[in-house]
């Protein structure tokens, strides 16, 4: 049977994300908690958030969730949303914070695009809706899922790493920026798969399956 604990810090679409993984495996038992306890017990661990990074940081510290979001990032399946994703990484340009550092690699701003002629392509911050994602390589949790399938995003930031075999998925806005990675156990994505329809749903439903 399949337990998931879906990680209560204050911060994230906790209803949302829980009632989706409900919905892909009826059987699962999905507790969102921010007991430490249970989040070890738990088979499988997911990580939403939204929001800023700095009360992130601050709101695991205050609840004692740090180590445990960084011991579950290291031995069991691992998937960060949004928030999840950014604070795996070893510091953001949000608030100069120093995040979890699980993976090489920082958290910048959304910037306009420079063109040829040095002049801005103005685009809306935060990024808000629906984009294609590429799949830059082959993942158990792509499973039945087109390659440049649209996925929903709400954010003002994304990750930067030079460590390109951790890169699963990018998307343009307008220019590309990585929106998922995958090393051992982790998956982490930047858009919201339980507002994104369909997709979103065989997405997690992967995730379920999943045996790293």
């Known amino acids: ?16 994300v829980s009632k989706a993984l409900e919905y892909v495996d009826s059987s699962a038992v999905v507790t969102v908690t921010s007991d430490p306890e249970v989040i070890r017990s738990a088979s ?6 939204q929001g800023a990074m700095p009360h992130c940081m601050q709101a695991l510290d205050e609840q004692g969730l740090r180590e445990t ?11 960060g949303i ?18 979890l550092g699980i993976l090489p690699g920082r958290v910048k701003k959304l910037e306009p695009a420079k063109t040829a002629d040095n002049s801005s392509t103005k685009i809306k911050i935060p990024h808000m809706g629906w984009n294609q994602v590429h799949q830059t390589r082959a993942h158990p949790l792509w499973q039945n899922i087109a390659a ?5 995003f709400v954010h003002s930031y994304y990750v930067t790493t030079d460590e390109s075999q951790s890169v699963a998925g990018s998307t343009d ?8 990675i995958a090393r051992d156990n982790i998956f982490a994505v ?23």
Request: glycine share 6%; charged share 20%.
């Open 1 to 16: 049977m399949n337990s998931i604990a879906v990680v209560d810090y204050g911060m994230g679409n906790l209803r949302s």
């Open 44 to 49: 499988r661990v997911v990580v939403p958030g």
């Open 69 to 79: 979001v960084v011991e579950a990032a290291q031995n069991k399946p691992f998937l």
């Open 82 to 99: 949004c928030l999840g994703l950014q604070m795996l990484f070893e510091e953001s340009e949000e608030g100069c914070t120093r995040a």
């Open 148 to 152: 440049d399938t649209r996925f929903y």
């Open 173 to 180: 806005y307008p220019d590309p920026f990585t929106c998922a």
């Open 190 to 212: 930047q858009f919201h798969p339980e507002k994104s329809h369909s997709a979103g749903l065989t997405l997690l439903s992967n995730f379920l399956k999943w045996a790293p």
